[in-house]
């Protein structure tokens, strides 16, 4: 599977964001995908992953109501929307697959897109 992150961008706090991971080789639809994200100087972390089927999706509490993960397998696309953007959301946003129920584990993941890139002005 091959993962192409895309949607980053500048956008002042409190403004709006869709990222997209689209996929392409072997058949997505069957691989629950995560974003992660990874801050200047810090570790990457969980943000959001969803089902292969797009019926049970996970959460990190800080970002619940903010952040919404979904996916559309017609479209071998999974996308994360970000509401309410804060300064300390400015990280390279990675979205991952793996065979399998969704994880909030980096190691789980099998396959990785190059990141793009989300800054939050203050």
């Known amino acids: 599977v091959q993962l192409q992150a895309s949607g980053g961008g500048l956008v002042q706090a409190g403004g709006s964001l869709r990222l997209s991971c689209a996929a392409s080789?072997?058949?997505?639809?069957?691989?629950?995908t995560g974003w992660f994200r990874q801050a200047p100087g810090k570790e990457r972390e969980f943000v959001r992953a969803?089902?292969?089927?797009?019926?049970?999706?996970y959460y990190r509490d800080s970002e619940k109501g903010r952040f919404a993960i979904s996916r559309d397998n017609a479209k071998n696309t999974v996308y994360l929307q970000m509401n309410r953007l804060k300064p300390e959301d400015t990280a390279v946003y990675y979205c991952?697959?793996?065979?399998?129920?969704?994880?909030?584990?980096?190691?789980?993941?099998?396959?990785w897109g190059q990141g793009t890139q989300v800054t939050v002005s203050s």
């Open positions: 080789g072997r058949t997505f639809s069957r691989y629950a």
């Open positions: 969803i089902s292969w089927s797009g019926g049970a999706t």
């Open positions: 991952g697959a793996k065979m399998g129920a969704p994880s909030s584990v980096l190691a789980d993941y099998e396959y």
